[in-house]
């Protein structure tokens, strides 16, 4: 008899298609997807990878893993807080919960009382000055860098941004201050040196071409030994008697003095300081969602905000109400990590080694993002085997530990407490994988 080409055997899509599990997947994938599950397992078999007759249970178990986002959960056990390349703050219950009311149709842009059209965003508005009073007014945009575009287009296009040398930073991959300024169409007026900048040097520079002075915090380096950069303070009065804006970068988003980041700028201070306009980040240290926050007088304000760029870089309800959310909240999960008690830290950590039968060891915390560079947060973390860190970040959730000079580190920062015992079972299920891999090279 002649052989059958088992190929033939691989079940038809159709017949994959009209599986009852199948079917009631499609309420919560599209018809795409779902073929796309079935083509995938069709070629696999073709391949040789999967005998026929394994078709439909690979499916049926491509289906249950697959969700509408690809978006895995991860448990950050960096102890870096703000992780960029994990979409930096995590939100507090209040802002999710804001989240979902505003994934509805809500009155973002509409006055219920009399059902006519109104300022948009304002319950964020109204929280944020609530948080600075020293703000008479606020705008918040798509991020940090939308905030720069748009304040340095209103104020400076074609005309000339006078900022300080030491100042001109690159604040991410590929990222950079000037070039995003220049990309405005104004011109970059540098005055003093990368070390120094005195407020004469700011003095000489400003002229009837000057549209702005801008002073940007470098937040993610530090500059040490002989240097000197003129305070707001300072600055303000020159700006004043010129009649120029004086707009302060702060990035971090701080709107108020946090005691445990005494280099750290905020925005009361700023504008305290005679700073006409404050630019911050929404994910940040303020722990919101992504958002660039302008906060400043009621005239400037207004004025970049009836810019037509300012409708290009409109936040979205959903991180006007988790921003709202996460100002008149409760303390969000960020400045929670910031501020984690020591020996709460200790005491969590020696638990789980205990059950690891793994050791110890002293580890720093970073606020990260690009904010409080070299400000160590004392800390700990487990200290397991470098191997064990692959296998981690392939769970659901991954888990992402810190890989550290032949190790890998769990700190746990940033890890809300009740997900100890998920890291702990990761840990536990990666160190058997290794050990029976360990036996089977022994073997
Ligand atoms: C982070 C940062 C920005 C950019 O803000 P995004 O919200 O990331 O767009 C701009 N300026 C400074 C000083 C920053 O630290």
């Known amino acids: 008899m002649d052989q059958v080409d088992p190929r033939r055997l691989i079940p038809r899509t159709n017949d994959l298609l009209a599986l009852p599990e199948v079917r009631a997947a499609r309420i919560r994938l599209n018809e795409s997807v779902i073929r796309g599950l079935v083509r995938q397992v069709q070629e696999q078999a073709r391949r040789g990878e999967l005998a026929p007759g394994q078709v439909e249970t690979a499916?049926?178990?491509a289906l249950a893993a697959r969700k509408?986002?690809?978006?895995?959960?991860?448990?950050?056990?960096?102890?870096?807080?703000?992780h960029t390349n994990l979409g930096r703050a995590p939100l507090s219950a209040s802002a999710v919960e804001a989240l979902v009311t505003a994934s509805g149709y809500v009155d973002v842009e509409l006055d219920l009382a009399d059902g006519t059209r109104s300022r948009r965003g304002a319950g964020a508005?109204?929280?944020?000055?609530?948080?600075?009073?020293?703000a008479e007014d606020a705008l918040v945009v798509n991020n940090g860098a939308a905030a720069l575009v748009l304040a340095t287009t209103a104020l400076a296009g074609g005309r000339e941004v006078v900022v300080s040398r030491g100042e001109l930073v690159e604040i991410g991959a590929g990222f950079r201050l000037p070039d995003l300024i220049e990309s405005t169409g104004s011109a970059l007026h540098e005055v003093g040196t990368t070390n120094r900048t005195h407020l004469r040097d700011y003095a000489s520079a400003i002229g009837p071409n000057t549209g702005c002075v801008l002073k940007v915090h470098p937040s993610n380096f530090r500059v040490d030994g002989f240097t000197s950069a003129v305070p707001l303070r300072e600055l303000s009065s020159l700006t004043a008697s010129n009649g120029v804006p004086l707009v302060a970068d702060l990035g971090s988003g701080l709107l108020a003095p946090d005691p445990h980041l005494p280099h750290e700028p905020d925005a009361a201070s700023a504008l305290a300081s005679g700073a006409d306009l404050v630019i911050a980040s929404g994910d940040k240290l303020l722990g919101g969602p992504q958002a660039g926050l302008l906060l400043g007088?009621?005239?400037?304000?207004?004025?970049?905000?009836?810019?037509?760029?300012?409708r290009a870089v409109r936040a979205d309800k959903l991180a006007l109400a988790a921003l709202e959310a996460t100002v008149a909240g409760e303390t969000p999960p960020v400045v929670q990590a910031l501020h984690a008690d020591v020996?709460?830290?200790?005491?969590?950590?020696?638990?789980?080694?205990?059950?690891?039968?793994?050791?110890?060891?002293?580890?720093?915390?970073?606020?990260g993002g690009g904010g409080a560079p070299g400000v160590p947060l004392p800390g700990w973390?487990?200290?397991l085997p470098e191997q064990l860190a692959a296998l981690l970040r392939a769970r659901d959730p991954a888990v992402l530990p810190r890989v550290h000079d032949g190790s890998?580190?769990?700190?746990?920062r940033c890890v809300p407490e009740e997900d100890d015992d998920r890291i702990l079972d990761a840990v536990r299920q990666a160190l058997a994988v290794l050990e029976v891999s360990a036996a089977g090279r022994a073997g």
Do not use: F, S, Y
Not at 300 to 310: S, T
Not at 408 to 412: E, G, N, P, R, T
């Open 59 to 61: 499916l049926l178990g």
């Open 68 to 82: 509408a986002t690809t978006l895995r959960q991860v448990l950050n056990a960096t102890g870096v807080i703000v």
């Open 381 to 383: 973390a487990l200290r």
């Open 408 to 412: 890998c580190l769990i700190d746990l």
């Open 297 to 310: 007088g009621k005239e400037i304000i207004q004025r970049l905000a009836r810019h037509p760029l300012a």
């Open 343 to 367: 020996g709460q830290l200790r005491r969590r950590t020696d638990r789980l080694a205990r059950a690891l039968h793994a050791p110890v060891v002293a580890h720093e915390g970073r606020v």
């Open 125 to 134: 508005r109204a929280a944020l000055l609530a948080a600075c009073p020293g």
